[in-house]
C-alpha cells in the first residue's frame, strides 16, 4: 500500500530555487588567473622577517613544535638563540612569556643563529658527503650485479645515469 502524499512530486519553485542556487554558487566559483595567484601567495607570501646578516654566523628561524627537530637538539649542535642585544632594533619580536621569554620569535618560530663553521660542517654533511657515500653504494651494488651478469654469460648495459654517478662532483660551499 502506498500513500500518495509520501511521493515526491516535482515542484516547479524548488526546480527554479536549485538553478539560482547553482547559479550563485558558479558566479563565486575563481577563476584559473584568481587560483594561480592564490598559488602564488601560498607558496611566496613570508610570514616570517628576514634575519639580520650576524658576522661569523649563519641565522635561521626553528620551530618549536617539532618533537623530531627540537629546539634543545639543535642547541646541543651547536645552535644558539638570537638575543635582541645581539640584533638591536629587534625588541619588537622578543617572546613575552613562557619558555623562550626574552628571544626573539614569531609565534611557533624563534630565531637561531650557528658559527658558519659548523654550519659549513652540517651542510657538507648532509648535501655533499651523504648523497656520495649513497652514490658509492649505488656503484658497487651495480658493479656486484655486472659482475653476475657477466659469470652468466650476458651484459650489462648502462645508462647516462651510471655515468654520471662515476664523476665526482665538486665540493659545494654553503657559506658567503
Known amino acids: 500500500m502506498t500513500d500518495e502524499r509520501l511521493k515526491k512530486t516535482s515542484d516547479p519553485a524548488r526546480e527554479s530555487r536549485a538553478a539560482l542556487d547553482r547559479a550563485a554558487a558558479e558566479a563565486r566559483e575563481l577563476s584559473d588567473d584568481d587560483r594561480v595567484e592564490m598559488f602564488r601567495q601560498q607558496f611566496f607570501q613570508s610570514a616570517l622577517p628576514d634575519l639580520p646578516k650576524i658576522p661569523g654566523y649563519h641565522s635561521c628561524w626553528l620551530t618549536t613544535t617539532n618533537p623530531r ?12 638563540p638570537i638575543k635582541p642585544e645581539d640584533v638591536p632594533g629587534w625588541e619588537y619580536a ?3 612569556t613562557g619558555e623562550y621569554a626574552g628571544l626573539i620569535g614569531v609565534n611557533e618560530m624563534l630565531a637561531f643563529k650557528i658559527p658558519l663553521r659548523l654550519y659549513e660542517t652540517y651542510m657538507t654533511e ?3 658527503d651523504a ?6 653504494k ?3 651494488m651495480t658493479e656486484q650485479i655486472k ?16 655515468q654520471d654517478l662515476r ?4 665540493k659545494p660551499v654553503f657559506t658567503d
Do not use: F, N
Not at 648523497?131 to 658509492?136: A, G, I, N
Not at 664523476?167 to 665538486?170: H, I
Open 131 to 136: 648523497p656520495l657515500r649513497e652514490d658509492e
Open 69 to 80: 627537530d627540537s629546539v634543545q637538539g639543535r642547541m646541543r649542535l651547536g645552535y644558539e
Open 126 to 128: 648532509a648535501h655533499y
Open 147 to 162: 659482475e653476475g651478469i657477466s659469470a652468466a654469460g650476458g651484459k650489462l648495459i648502462e645508462g647516462d645515469g651510471m
Open 167 to 170: 664523476k665526482a662532483p665538486s
Open 94 to 96: 622578543t617572546i613575552k
Open 138 to 140: 649505488l656503484l658497487a
